[in-house]
């Protein structure tokens, strides 16, 4: 709803009746008054100024509705508050992987670990609002908490120190972990080895992941990989850092 879709779309998706998600709706914007009042006046600004812009007011310029048609007009409607609402998550993107280099950069730096293992791999991909980078087996661990920083609390206090911008709801961000394009693993968050094919440990995750490598590399020794992967916590020093700085 809040990109735009009519009652129609949502109830054929939904499999609901039209009638019926005309009534939610209703409800739903009574509720969320604000959210409402503001998707109207983005809408109309999209049609009368022809552009919208996102919370650090970058910009997105719309010129087909002055074709006209009321298709159009109806499309540049739709876009205005998607553009709005879509940037922040594209803008989110561009500060954590911009954050994860720096910050990545500065751990090398400080525990004189070595930068060009970690940094010619970097970032492989950049997608909307996905990332993809690269990780040696020795780094991984470190690699993975200072990214899940950049891309939460990072980026909040980025975003804060650069544009005012507060978040009253704190960014949430998923990350994967694979050997291949072909087979991800979803991190639950927690350090186990415990998990299902949906999510997991990151112990878990990594195993998974070093599996599936086997696949594709069949000399890979995956137990003297995992090891090398998990040597890492034996630096108790750089852990305890981490902990506090990530």
Not at 54 to 70: E, T, Y
Not at 106 to 126: N, P
Request: proline share 2%; charged share 30%.
């Amino acid at each position: 709803a809040i990109y735009g879709r009519g009652a129609r779309a949502i109830a054929e998706q939904a499999k609901a009746k039209v009638q019926d998600i005309k009534d939610l709706l209703v409800r739903f914007f009574k509720r969320f008054f604000k959210a409402d009042k503001w998707l109207n006046s983005v809408k109309k600004m999209s049609v009368t100024k022809g552009y919208s812009f996102s919370p650090i007011k970058r910009v997105r310029h719309m010129f087909a509705h002055l074709f006209g048609l009321d298709s159009l007009v109806a499309a540049t409607e739709r876009r205005g508050p998607n553009a709005s609402i879509q940037s922040i998550a594209a803008d989110l993107g561009h500060v954590s992987a911009y954050l994860y280099h720096i910050h990545m950069l500065r751990v090398c730096r400080h525990w004189k670990l070595d930068e060009g293992s970690i940094l010619k791999a970097g970032l492989t991909a950049f997608v909307h609002d996905a990332i993809k980078t690269d990780a040696p087996y020795e780094y991984l661990l470190v690699c993975a908490q200072v990214f899940q920083w950049c891309a939460t609390t990072g980026a909040m206090e980025y975003y804060k120190k650069h544009w005012g911008m507060v978040f009253y709801v704190e960014i949430e961000v998923e990350i994967e972990l694979a050997a291949h394009d072909e087979k991800h693993w979803k991190w639950d968050w927690f350090d186990g080895n415990v998990g299902d094919e949906k999510s997991g440990g990151l112990d878990y995750i990594i195993r998974k992941a070093l599996l599936d490598q086997k696949e594709v590399y069949p000399a890979l020794d995956v137990k003297a990989a995992y090891r090398k992967i998990m040597k890492v916590k034996e630096n108790k020093e750089l852990m305890a850092w981490l902990d506090e700085n990530y």
